[in-house]
């Protein structure tokens, strides 16, 4: 895989992802991936260590279950997204398997009334995916989205990254 492959990828995911396309964005994953984002950024054990999101495949079902229930409060009114993908650079590459780190602004609005909630919120990354190839192309083994502010204050992340 290349750059150019590489970026190809990452944009057609993030456009998945801002035209709510979740189902089509849960089928980029292998059975068998995992979908991490850290609650810190010195890469504590996952399984030991709090961590935002920490899904199998079986739990990402599970999470998009929920924010296509009419009752998810919490996505109502539900947020537009705006990825912003930047500085990929495919770290490694074989025949059936790529490992990719990118940066990625990702921008939330919520249209709503109440002044606890910011209507647009920024949320810079840094982006880990592994990808492997299979029968239907590349597919993602390991996605890992590093908040730059993962320590710090964060209101809402009941949306997809």
């Not at 993030?14 to 010195?42: C, E, M, S």
């Not at 996952?46 to 009752?71: A, K």
């Not at 940066?103 to 009334?113: G, H, I, P, T, V």
Request: aromatic share 14%.
């Amino acid at each position: 895989m290349d750059r150019a492959q590489a970026e190809d990828f990452l944009y057609h995911e993030a456009r998945l992802l801002d035209a709510g396309r979740w189902r089509d964005w849960q089928k980029l994953f292998t059975d068998d991936a995992i979908y991490w984002v850290p609650a810190n950024k010195a890469d504590y054990d996952p399984t030991q260590h709090v961590s935002f999101i920490y899904d199998t495949m079986d739990l990402l079902n599970e999470r998009l279950g929920r924010l296509e229930s009419p009752v998810c409060y919490s996505q109502q009114p539900p947020s537009t997204t705006l990825h912003q993908i930047g500085n990929v650079i495919v770290e490694e590459s074989g025949p059936d398997y790529a490992k990719i780190s990118s940066n990625l602004a990702l921008f939330e609005f919520r249209n709503n009334r109440q002044m606890r909630f910011y209507p647009l919120q920024t949320f810079p990354a840094h982006c880990q995916h592994h990808l492997q190839r299979t029968a239907d192309g590349w597919k993602i083994k390991f996605k890992k989205v590093t908040l730059l502010n993962c320590d710090g204050e964060i209101f809402d992340l009941t949306f997809l990254l």
